[in-house]
């Protein structure tokens, strides 16, 4: 079992920044994949970001340039610059972890809201 705790969602107009946290009850290093994805109000959840077991990252077309994804040994981090109001959703930690059997667990959510 892995549990996350999102924190660091708030308000903050449009051109500004946020940096969101998440809290690993296991050392992320050990995991698949740990990142962060987000779903808007009658939208789909999205990827947003995320960190591949040896360290390379991927990211979504609309955070390429303005965010970026980070982890020390039980926290993974993302910084958002730039936000637009399109950026506006909750925001969930999400991590795998297994080889031959994978595991999925997410946060509860942090709401990001961006005016404009």
């Known amino acids: 079992q892995v549990q996350l705790v999102e924190s660091g969602g708030g308000s903050v107009r449009a051109g500004g920044s946020l940096r969101l946290s998440c809290a690993a009850s296991r050392v992320t290093f050990s995991m698949k994949t740990i990142g962060w994805y987000r779903q808007a109000p009658g939208k789909q959840r999205e990827l947003v970001a995320n960190?591949?077991?040896?360290?390379r990252t991927d990211y979504a077309d609309s955070a390429k340039g303005r965010f970026a994804i980070f982890r020390d040994s039980t926290n993974v981090y993302l910084q958002m610059d730039s936000l637009k109001p399109e950026d506006t959703a909750v925001y969930y930690c999400?991590?795998?972890?297994?080889?031959?059997?994978?595991?999925?667990?997410w946060g509860q959510g942090t709401q990001v809201t961006v005016s404009s």
């Open positions: 960190i591949i077991n040896g360290g």
């Open positions: 999400n991590a795998v972890t297994g080889v031959t059997e994978l595991r999925q667990y």
